[in-house]
């Protein structure tokens, strides 16, 4: 069993930065895939990013690719999405989510574990 808690969310202005941890509880947490994903209000949740296991491969959502950078700490049992040349549209709830396979996916699916969420919101 694993249990993710994020923080790192809150107010941005347009071309800010954030960043977002996933702390997550569990010795399995080095041996599974983890994924970013958001909802804004009346939209259906988005990828954002995924990275692998071990940390060395990585996939981005189209939207946010070349601003958006995950990563993870194994040894801390803590992801990471970095957020750069953050937009008003970026605002949503982002959720990470984890496991149960090594290998990253997009699809939410594809996730058993997930986080409560943690808002980020960018004016203009």
């Known amino acids: 069993q694993v249990q993710l808690v994020e923080s790192g969310g809150g107010l941005a202005q347009a071309g800010g930065s954030l960043r977002l941890s996933c702390a997550a509880s569990g010795r399995t947490f080095s041996t599974y895939a983890m994924g970013w994903f958001r909802q804004a209000p009346g939209k259906e949740r988005e990828f954002v990013a995924a990275?692998?296991?071990?940390?060395?491969?990585?996939y981005y959502g189209a939207a946010v690719k070349g601003r958006f950078t995950i990563s993870r700490d194994n040894a801390k049992n803590t992801g990471y999405l970095q957020m750069n040349s953050l937009k008003p549209e970026d605002t949503a709830v982002y959720s990470c989510?984890?496991?149960?396979?090594?290998?990253?996916?997009?699809?939410?699916?594809?996730?058993?574990?997930w986080g409560q969420g943690t808002q980020v919101t960018v004016s203009s």
């Open positions: 989510a984890a496991g149960p396979q090594p290998r990253m996916v997009s699809y939410a699916r594809g996730y058993n574990y």
């Open positions: 990275i692998n296991w071990s940390g060395d491969t990585t």
